[in-house]
């Protein structure tokens, strides 16, 4: 895939998601109930969250660093990471939250610019400096998870929320 396609698409994705966002008042937004327990302000810290996680996994690659969940996320299940995520990042403000949000995602913005073309189509991980999830297959598969395909799991959800208000208001 063309580096300048997938950029194009997660920009697309995010005006998107950031239009569904907007639709929803600052009290709302903190309310849990959006995806079970998570209120939309905790949706938009996970999203920013693995952003972020997949911005410093690049930019740490390019400058020849070894990649790092952490310990305490290291060879967990996915339901199980996004849990303790969830714990770290839910006592934020939602001011904070969206600050975050939008920093994570010029950070994956500007470490996915930072690319070749050719690294960016990369099957071996940048050498072997990305963690093993990214190792055998395009570089580039590996961030649809992790940025425009992370709205797109969550926008009908979204879209489901904003239909069921507007049809509480009726």
Same mark, same amino acid.
Do not use: C
């Given at each position: 895939? $063309?580096?300048?396609? #997938?950029?194009?698409?997660?920009?697309?994705?995010?005006?998107?998601?950031?239009?569904?966002?907007?639709?929803? $008042?600052?009290?709302?937004?903190?309310q849990p109930g959006f995806a079970g327990k998570w209120s939309l302000k905790d949706v938009i810290a996970h999203i920013a969250v693995y952003?972020?996680?997949?911005?410093? *996994?690049?930019?740490?690659?390019?400058?020849?660093?070894?990649?790092?969940? %952490?310990?305490?996320?290291?060879?967990?299940?996915?339901? *199980?990471?996004?849990?303790?995520?969830?714990?770290?990042?839910? %006592?934020?403000?939602?001011? $904070?939250?969206?600050? #975050?949000?939008?920093?994570?995602?010029?950070?994956? =913005?500007?470490?996915?610019?930072? /690319?070749?073309?050719?690294? #960016?189509?990369?099957? $071996?991980? /940048? %050498?072997?400096?990305?963690?093993?999830?990214? =190792?055998?297959?395009? /570089?580039?598969?590996?961030?649809?998870?992790?940025?425009?395909?992370?709205?797109?799991?969550?926008?009908?959800?979204?879209?489901?929320? /904003?239909?069921?208000?507007?049809?509480? %208001?009726?």
């Amino acid at each position: 895939m $063309d580096k300048q396609t #997938f950029l194009d698409t997660l920009h697309g994705e995010r005006a998107q998601w950031d239009a569904q966002v907007a639709q929803v $008042d600052e009290e709302r937004m903190t309310q849990p109930g959006f995806a079970g327990k998570w209120s939309l302000k905790d949706v938009i810290a996970h999203i920013a969250v693995y952003e972020e996680w997949t911005a410093n *996994e690049i930019q740490r690659a390019l400058r020849g660093e070894q990649p790092e969940w %952490g310990p305490e996320l290291t060879g967990v299940s996915d339901d *199980e990471r996004n849990a303790r995520l969830y714990e770290q990042q839910r %006592g934020r403000t939602l001011a $904070d939250t969206l600050a #975050f949000s939008r920093r994570a995602y010029q950070q994956l =913005v500007e470490a996915i610019q930072a /690319l070749s073309n050719e690294e #960016f189509n990369s099957t $071996d991980g /940048l %050498g072997g400096r990305l963690h093993s999830f990214w =190792v055998g297959r395009p /570089l580039w598969k590996g961030l649809v998870g992790n940025a425009y395909q992370h709205y797109r799991e969550h926008s009908p959800d979204l879209k489901a929320w /904003l239909d069921g208000q507007a049809e509480v %208001g009726k």
